[in-house]
């Protein structure tokens, strides 16, 4: 597999991990928001003995809704980064085509139509790299923005188990919750890390081009 090739296969295999791992993160974010339901359930439940644990349920549902929204976004994104990444790499592949026709000397008879031919795909080609730098730098952007909605979490976590230890009779059930949303957060943060990671290897990439 030449250079080139096998760029252009990183940036697919890049685009399609990116897209399933914000799948799983909005997977994650649902399930903290169903465990947020449960918490207040069991809180309303406790009483005043749980009273100091209601504003954190509402934080972290408000932290779950903000990551799902976020996704969602990204996601619909993330499939335009997908189809510039599909057309990135015809655009390349079909300069490569006609590059080597001429290099061997073939269809000789041809070579002005063919050279006005990878003239435009080597405008396109630009014009199409261009954008998936922008597209690349959004992306980055919009998981960062997860990124910083994930950062009270651990000290919401530190916080409730603290208020899940007052609850008497309901304080295992409530530290089960406060452990399921620290470990959550972790996991999407661990994967936003993976996206961001494929992104500014992808951007790397592109910018060599420009080189």
Do not use: W
Not at 164 to 174: D, K, N, T, V, Y
Request: charged share 25%; glycine share 4%.
């Amino acid at each position: 597999m030449t250079r080139s090739l096998k760029k252009e296969e990183n940036i697919l295999i890049a685009a399609a991990t990116i897209s399933s791992e914000l799948r799983e993160v909005r997977k994650i974010a649902r399930e903290m928001s169903l465990g947020v339901m449960n918490a207040k359930a069991i809180s309303h439940r406790a009483g005043d003995t749980a009273r100091g644990f209601r504003p954190i349920t509402d934080f972290i549902d408000e932290m779950a809704h903000e990551i799902i929204s976020l996704v969602n976004r990204i996601s619909k994104e993330s499939i335009e980064f997908s189809y510039l990444a599909v057309r990135h790499r015809h655009f390349s592949q079909t300069f490569r085509h006609y590059q080597r026709i001429i290099e061997q000397g073939e269809a000789v008879q041809y070579i002005g139509s063919l050279t006005k031919v990878m003239n435009k795909l080597s405008s396109e080609t630009e014009q199409c790299r261009k954008n998936f730098v922008l597209m690349t730098r959004k992306l980055s952007s919009l998981l960062e923005d997860i990124q910083r909605s994930t950062r009270g979490a651990q000290i919401i976590s530190a916080t409730s188990r603290v208020e899940a230890s007052r609850a008497a009779g309901f304080s295992q059930s409530l530290e089960v919750i406060a452990n399921q949303v620290d470990d959550s957060t972790d996991n999407i943060r661990t994967r936003l890390q993976i996206s961001h990671d494929h992104l500014v290897g992808v951007l790397n990439l592109l910018c060599r081009e420009e080189g």
